[in-house]
C-alpha cells in the first residue's frame, strides 16, 4: 500500500467482509462515526493511532519493509 486512498479502500472492504457498519465499527473502536467515514475515504490526516486500533479491530495488521 502506498496512499492513504488504498488503506481506506482496505478497511472498506474488510469492514464490508464482516458485514458491520460503519456505526458498529465506530462504536467497537470507540472513535466516532466521522473518523471511520474519512479512514474509509483516505483522508490523509486521520490519527495513526486510532486507524490502529480500527485495524486491529478489523484482524488486519500494517506489515513495515525496508526497500
Known sequence: M???EQLGISIRMRRKQLEI???EL???CGTGLR???DLERGK??????KTLQVLQALGLVIE???Q
Open 2 to 4: 502506498k496512499t492513504t
Open 26 to 28: 465506530a462504536m467497537a
Open 64 to 66: 513495515v519493509k525496508q
Open 21 to 23: 457498519t460503519q456505526k
Open 44 to 49: 490523509p490526516t486521520c490519527q495513526t493511532g
Open 35 to 37: 473518523f471511520i467515514v
